[in-house]
């Protein structure tokens, strides 16, 4: 491969595992601390695209500018939905957890194509097809952009999480609850918050994957493929981890879709993902089983 | 004999002599897809209900199913019905390749990869252009029958299906494979503690589970001579299963049939009188919402609640097993 092909595809893979990684944060977070996968992340997240798609066609909001006002709108909804919904499910049995988010989803696929067809739509700006040269390799402004606003968010929420009283309750409730609980933080309340943070990481990343990315309401299940391949090699609930797997993803995919083709390159995702499942059964960085003897 | 085993067994006459009154296409149609969805559904529970391990990617199953069967029927010319019991079992092997892959640790594992199977198996469908047609389909050639009698070997067929789901079903209650499977469910350490093989029971549990799934694939696609994408990998199907299990009661023998029974005609129903532009969605939507609204009120499903609101039993047994504690397994 000739190496001027090489570069361009890495600094597409590195600007586009940046998205990746903010779309899979969220995914993370809530894993972490409910130990269920949100199988209706991704479909949050196209809801998310949609939502800032229809601001720009009618208010001409940038969408960029639109994660302003997604984001505490999605906090808010994911709050109440976790505090309504899932939390009187409780630690019964997780797989009612699993289900819902699963129905989730399907309303949420459902309610697109309803409102706005199930054709493809992209959020095109005035700047969508700008582009710069840096030593000859081709940069996409929005990508650049998508990449910058991704790395800002990420940076935002690893200080909630690292600096503030609330980022450590979260912790504490990923690692162990039951000992969270014992040194007094709420947990059921700390859950709450982190869903919602989760879900409001899921709006910013919808109006990223807009500008970049085709999207319908059944794309979903594409990404949710992608942004779990990302999450486990991350090690499930680790938001570092999830930032290196996204970008080693993101370089992956895109060398596949240059040395071998386009419509095969998703499939790097989930050879990645099953080859993880297959060396190590709980994941990467898998975290010991709860349930003991 | 008992009320329980005589109903069934009136019912399958019933079924049997009904397309010699009944000669009109919606109905056969319609029960026809009822059978196959109860077949699929009891094949679901083997491993939701039972094992306690969610499958959110039987429709992968389906539609390798379907697939495998229009290829063979197109490329080698083998009938779909000589075809079908075989591609229950490459579906049971890939299955059981895809549960070496997750349940050898407990918990979310499972779920992502069934999750994501469908997807891949769908891209591999639409890629190999050459092979499958890619997003153009692929066409299987007509029954050479009358207009009037083509539906019945598809509703035989299904009803075969269904008749083969319960008695295997009914096979693993009473053995001790299936009292290992319930054990897995109540407190999977102990299981595992006290001598049961949980990986492999969990694995062939799964293999078992998929198969139905494979089979009404094949037979579904002789019946609309037609597989493409989009119709075999449709997402309503293991919504559909889901539903119907925990409608009838997860865990229960006649559980996942009620649940096909009830859901499946109110279904159409609902399709039927919804405007056909936006039915598709309006349907997801209004599927979603019941899963919910199932998980949130009624996770027990109707025959569970029941049977322990009657007082007798608590929370139905879900196995008719030998009361002895399973050996070592290996």
Redesign the interface.
């Known amino acids: 491969m000739n190496p001027q092909l090489l570069g361009q595809s890495i600094v597409l893979g590195i600007l586009t595992g940046g998205v990746y990684a903010l779309m899979a944060s969220g995914l993370t977070l809530i894993?972490g601390v409910m130990?269920?996968?949100n199988?209706a992340h991704a479909a949050m997240i196209v809801m998310s695209a949609y939502l800032s798609w229809m601001l720009y066609r009618t208010l001409g909001l940038d969408p960029l500018l639109s994660i302003i006002v997604l984001m505490p709108v999605f906090f808010v909804l994911g709050a109440l939905g976790q505090w309504v919904?899932l939390r009187?499910?409780g630690g019964r049995?997780?797989?009612?957890t699993?289900?819902?988010s699963?129905?989730?989803?399907?309303?949420l696929?459902?309610?697109q194509?309803?409102l706005w067809s199930?054709s493809f739509q992209a959020i095109n700006t005035a700047y969508s097809l700008d582009s710069f040269n840096i030593l000859g390799i081709y940069v996409p402004l929005v990508r650049l952009l998508a990449a910058g606003a991704a790395l800002a968010l990420l940076g935002a929420l690893f200080v909630v999480l690292s600096r503030t009283n609330l980022g450590r309750a979260i912790r504490a409730t990923t690692q162990d609850p039951r000992s969270a609980a014992l040194v007094g933080v709420n947990v059921e309340y700390v859950t709450t918050l982190a869903f919602g943070l989760g879900v409001a990481m899921a709006a910013a990343g919808g109006p990223l994957l807009g500008m970049l990315f085709a999207f319908y309401?059944?794309t979903h299940?594409?990404w949710?493929?992608k942004l779990?391949?990302v999450v486990?090699l991350g090690g499930?609930g680790s938001l570092k981890g999830t930032f290196v797997a996204a970008m080693i993803l993101g370089l992956a995919e895109q060398v596949a879709t240059v040395t071998i083709s386009l419509?095969?390159a998703?499939?790097v995702f989930?050879l990645f993902?099953?080859g993880v499942?297959?060396v190590r059964?709980?994941?990467l960085f898998?975290t010991v089983?709860r349930?003991?003897? | 004999m008992k009320l329980r085993t005589v109903f069934p067994i009136v019912m399958l006459g019933l079924f049997l002599v009904l397309p010699i009154v009944v000669r009109e296409g919606f109905y056969l149609d319609l029960l026809l897809f009822t059978f196959m969805y109860a077949a699929m559904s009891v094949g679901w529970d083997i491993m939701g209900g039972l094992a306690g391990y969610v499958s959110l990617g039987h429709v992968g199953f389906f539609g390798l199913g379907s697939y495998v069967a229009g290829l063979l029927v197109v490329h080698f010319g083998i009938p779909v019905f000589l075809s079908a019991p075989f591609v229950g079992i490459l579906a049971g092997i890939v299955g059981a390749g895809l549960g070496w892959i997750s349940l050898r640790a407990r918990g979310t594992s499972f779920v992502i990869v069934t999750l994501t199977f469908t997807y891949v198996i769908q891209l591999v469908a639409l890629n190999l252009r050459d092979i499958t047609g890619g997003s153009s389909g692929l066409y299987l050639p007509l029954l050479t029958l009358p207009a009037d009698v083509v539906i019945l070997p598809f509703y035989y067929g299904m009803l075969v299906l269904l008749v083969v789901a319960i008695l295997v079903s009914l096979a693993i209650r009473r053995s001790k494979f299936g009292l290992g499977l319930v054990a897995i469910r109540e407190e999977e350490g102990k299981a595992d503690g006290s001598g049961v093989n949980t990986s492999l029971y969990k694995i062939l549990a799964f293999a078992i589970s998929v198969s139905f799934a494979g089979v009404a694939g094949a037979l579904h696609a002789q019946y609309l001579n037609y597989v493409d994408p989009d119709l075999a990998f449709e997402l309503i199907i293991t919504l559909n299963l889901i539903i119907m299990c925990l409608v009838g009661s997860r865990g229960t023998l006649w559980g996942p049939v009620l649940g096909a029974f009830l859901v499946q005609p109110l279904s159409q129903y609902l399709i039927y009188l919804t405007p056909s532009g936006i039915a598709g969605q309006v349907h997801l939507v209004a599927l979603g919402v019941v899963l919910v609204l199932v998980v949130m009120f009624m996770p027990d499903g109707i025959i569970t609640t029941w049977t322990s609101r009657r007082g007798g039993r608590g929370r139905a047994r879900p196995v008719d097993a030998p009361e002895r504690l399973p050996e070592a397994a290996t």
């Open positions: 894993f130990r269920v996968v199988v919904v009187r499910l049995d997780l797989t009612l699993v289900l819902v699963f129905g989730f989803a399907i309303i696929e459902g309610l194509g309803s199930s309401p059944a299940w594409l949710i493929g779990l391949a486990v499930l419509d095969w998703p499939l989930y993902l099953f499942l297959i059964p709980r994941g898998g089983a349930e003991s003897l």
